[in-house]
């Protein structure tokens, strides 16, 4: 069966390893984007300037055969306050955005470490590729870190948020991979609330990816087979997330050679 397409997803922290140290980036971010040869991930915690720009994203459409890069500012970096944080999808093939959406922020507050800690907006950017004799459309998700509150996902308050979610998703008109840090164990908390409950299949769910936890993940649409996956350790505290895609013989469509 030949591979039709490679996908990645993965949070890289805007760049700084566990514990704030500052690292250069680049050297581990481009080797790994190169030898993982994908021809699209799905990036969150992506640092951005004021003006919505970001030199990690011109970095990699520069020096990786990810030349395409599209990304979504969502809100102040926890990190820096100087600069801003959200999600981005890099690819080897042109795409357009068809989506930006900001999930309903619940406006969560604690007190940690003499700092008050609050939930900065999250969402998804949605993009589409017009392929001779089909369309795909890949997400790129940030979800947010309910447990870092004391609070569960599954909590009715959040609902809202879910649906956003699923909503999106059920405006995607064909063939779909939804990627990203979904920040819970339970990818059902939004599959669930889908029209085709049978739509999306997890590649991740169960495989720990940040810790002990299993929280991101490469989502698939039905009309694709998955041929294997990987996570790949690095200086996140994610894991660079994985996959081999096939189509359907019927939609006669490989983008890889």
Sequence with gaps: MTTAIRAGTWNIREGLAPGGSNIEWCWEVIPMLIDADVDIVALQEVPFDDTGDSGVLQTISTHTQLKYTSGFSLSQ??????RCSGVAVAS????????????????????RQQKLWK?????????????????????????????????RPEDPEFDSIWRTLADAVNHIP????VAGDFNTDSRTLFTR??????????????????????????????KLTRNNSRVTPNFSDHAFCQADFSFRRDLRCILRT
Excluded: Q
């Design 77 to 82: 970096s926890s990190f820096h306050p100087e």
């Design 92 to 111: 080897r093939m042109p795409h357009s955005v068809v989506n930006r959406l900001r999930l309903p922020n619940p406006h969560l507050r604690i007190a």
């Design 119 to 151: 939930t900065w907006d999250k969402g998804l950017i949605t993009i589409n590729f017009d392929l001779t004799g089909m369309e795909l459309w890949v997400a790129s998700v940030h979800c947010y870190p309910f447990h870092e509150f004391g609070r």
């Design 174 to 177: 064909g063939a779909a991979i």
């Design 193 to 222: 609330l889908l029209l085709d409950r049978s739509r999306l299949v997890s590649s991740f769910e169960g495989i720990a990816t940040h810790g002990e936890r299993s929280v991101d993940d490469i989502l698939y649409d039905s």
